[in-house]
């Protein structure tokens, strides 16, 4: 049973654009979510977190919403680049589940100039 | 970048036959682990090590094996490796368990014939 989803596998944008991938979870004891951006033959890289404190963390173009309430995250991209295509990967952690990463099953963004 | 890589980085082998992957960092984090990256799965913890010799189980931890006998290497064993394990395989460490933040190796491609 997947506690977090990602589902949509892939998701397509145009360079300058926003672009927002979401994740939704299942477990309410969650206190840290994150966002890792993978490219082909590369090992995930770690691109922003939110703790579950808070509804809104801010990197740069990068941006993360938390919304408890309805168990859901995004990140929004603005403005988008073509270096930006990659799978991106949600990932939550709980304290109360030995601080496991549990990840969702990705989402391949194109950015298209 | 973080001081972590694995070995081999390919490695083509067949059903029943050991397989041993190594992860070693420069880090000295205290926190390492060893997850398999499968299309639709995201990411899913083996097992993980908290210090020296202390290991445990992760998500799908089944018909592998680890060890860390040294602060910068940490092990995983197939000890008779099947088809269901081909995968990719990424080391992670982590200086803090709370947080989530993990730098991941490039991986290891492991295909079983």
């Known amino acids: 049973d997947q506690q977090v989803k990602q589902n949509s596998p892939s998701l397509s944008v145009q360079e300058g654009r926003i672009s927002i991938l979401n994740c939704d979870y299942t477990n309410s004891m969650f206190d840290y979510f994150l966002w890792y951006k993978k490219y082909p033959a590369e090992g995930p890289t770690f691109l922003i977190s939110?703790?579950?404190?808070?509804d809104k963390n801010e990197d740069g173009r990068f941006t993360v919403f938390l919304n408890k309430s309805a168990k859901h995250l995004s990140l929004h991209i603005v403005p988008s680049q073509p270096g930006d295509s990659a799978v991106y990967f949600c990932a939550a952690i709980s304290s109360f589940a030995g601080n496991m990463l549990t990840f969702g099953g990705g989402t391949r963004l194109m950015v298209k100039p | 970048d973080a001081g972590i890589t694995q070995s081999p980085r390919h490695k083509v082998t067949e059903t029943g036959t050991p397989v041993t992957l190594r992860c070693h960092q420069t880090e000295n984090h205290r926190y390492m682990y060893w997850y398999r990256q499968d299309p639709g799965h995201g990411l899913r913890l083996i097992h993980y090590?908290?210090?020296?010799?202390?290991?445990d189980k992760g998500e799908v931890s089944d018909g592998y094996s680890v060890s860390r006998s040294k602060t910068e290497d940490f092990l995983l064993t197939l000890e008779s490796a099947t088809s269901s394990q081909t995968s990719v395989y990424f080391c992670a460490i982590g200086a803090d368990s709370n947080t989530g933040e993990l730098f991941f190796g490039e991986g290891s491609r492991l295909t079983v014939l």
């Open positions: 939110i703790s579950s404190i808070k």
């Open positions: 090590s908290y210090g020296v010799k202390d290991t």
